[in-house]
T-cell receptor, first 117, second 118 residues
Framework: NAGVTQTPKFRVLKTGQSMTLLCAQD?????MYWYRQDPGMGLRLIHY?????TTAKGEVPDGYNVSRLKKQNFLLGLESAAPSQTSVYFC?????WGRGGRPGELFFGEGSRLTVL | AQSVTQLDSQVPVFEEAPVELRCNYS??????LFWYVQYPNQGLQLLLK??????LVKGINGFEAEFNKSQTSFHLRKPSVHISDTAEYFC????????????????FGQGTILTVHP
């Protein structure tokens, strides 16, 4: 049971390049989230999804796009990378509360470290 | 909206000493409270949570936390730490809504790095 898997784990981009981070979960979770982690700022929510085909903005959505075409996958895209997007990105998933899920029990991937030069 | 403040960015302690990591929150609505732990180069793991009921909650690895509504605090404690407790700890909050529009979204504090020295 892999849980939440993120690919790639490391990536270096030049300003203006594009890339996609892939998150895959095998727990049949309805909810999925993308957070970024920066020193001294904790984790901030970028986008989230409450089910296949749905997405919504979080706290810091600018410069990112997401898609959830399949329930198990949640993609985070950067169309034109900027140095301010240098960060560690975490994907997380959880059950919906209405289907036996318990509040706050997010399952996190191991992170993807992105550097934009 | 909710916000979380972790009062200490770094806490160094010696092995077997007690430790307290402080967390304060701000919210205009009822909240659920959580502590997560992040070991080096890993994702976050849920340590414990407060949803309702007893204000003293126990988590994994001997940690406990106490919810104080009047002081809007949720401090994390352990009576005797081990080297293996060295990690970054995050306090988090979500709206106490049964699903609704909160969708389980968490607001995290800035993190506290706990370093346990031999």
């Amino acid at each position: 049971n892999a849980g939440v898997t993120q690919t790639p784990k490391f990536r270096v981009l030049k300003t203006g390049q594009s890339m996609t981070l892939l998150c895959a979960q095998d727990m049949n979770h309805e909810y999925m989230y993308w957070y970024r982690q920066d020193p001294g700022m904790g984790l901030r929510l970028i986008h989230y999804s409450v089910g296949e085909g749905t997405t919504a903005k979080g706290e810091v959505p600018d410069g990112y796009n997401v898609s959830r075409l399949k329930k198990q996958n949640f993609l985070l895209g950067l169309e034109s990378a900027a140095p301010s997007q240098t960060s560690v990105y975490f994907c997380a998933s959880s059950y919906s509360w209405g289907r036996g899920g318990r509040p706050g029990e997010l399952f996190f991937g191991e992170g993807s470290r992105l550097t934009v030069l | 909206a909710q916000s979380v403040t972790q009062l200490d960015s770094q806490v160094p302690v010696f092995e077997e000493a007690p430790v307290e990591l402080r967390c304060n929150y701000s919210s205009s609505v009822s909240v659920y409270l959580f502590w997560y732990v992040q070991y080096p180069n890993q994702g976050l793991q849920l340590l414990l949570k407060y949803l309702s009921g007893s204000t003293l909650v126990k988590g994994i690895n001997g940690f406990e936390a106490e919810f104080n509504k009047s002081q809007t605090s949720f401090h994390l404690r352990k009576p005797s730490v081990h080297i293996s407790d060295t990690a970054e700890y995050f306090c988090a909050v979500s709206r106490a809504n049964a699903g609704g529009t909160s969708y389980g979204k968490l607001t995290f504090g800035q993190g506290t790095i706990l370093t346990v020295h031999p």
